[in-house]
């Protein structure tokens, strides 16, 4: 069963950035998807941002122009490059992970495999 581990939180001024990075144990098959999701507290976990195996992403709108999201040429890492931060972005980011013949996008139940997540905090 493939791991997650998210990694790149951490605390910033607003207008900051940050990268987080998650890792898959393994490499993963030809088809997936995988996507960022944040939860702060006492709201429900909301996706951020995705991305299928051929690198098509997809954002919500409340990121974009601000975030990005990539995987490395190997396909083990997803990295999600956090620009021009507000702390309404204030929370715990979570990597998700779906294998086989899927479509971007940014629903909680498509997804099967999930990391621990890494805490991001953006101060006023």
């Known amino acids: 069963q493939v791991q997650l581990v998210e990694s790149g939180g951490g605390s910033v001024q607003a207008g900051g950035s940050l990268r987080l990075s998650c890792t898959a144990s393994?490499?993963?098959?030809?088809?997936?998807?995988m996507a960022w999701f944040r939860q702060a507290p006492g709201n429900e976990r909301e996706g951020v941002a995705g991305v299928d195996h051929r690198g098509l992403p997809r954002y919500a709108d409340f990121v974009k122009g601000r975030f990005t999201i990539s995987q490395d040429n190997a396909k083990t890492t997803l990295i999600l490059q956090m620009d021009s931060l507000k702390p309404e972005d204030t929370g715990m980011y979570y990597c998700?992970?779906?294998?086989?013949?899927?479509?971007?996008?940014?629903?909680?139940?498509?997804?099967?495999?999930w990391g621990q997540g890494t805490q991001v905090t953006v101060s006023a």
């Open positions: 998700a992970l779906v294998y086989g013949y899927c479509s971007v996008n940014l629903a909680r139940s498509y997804f099967d495999y």
């Open positions: 393994q490499y993963m098959s030809n088809l997936y998807c």
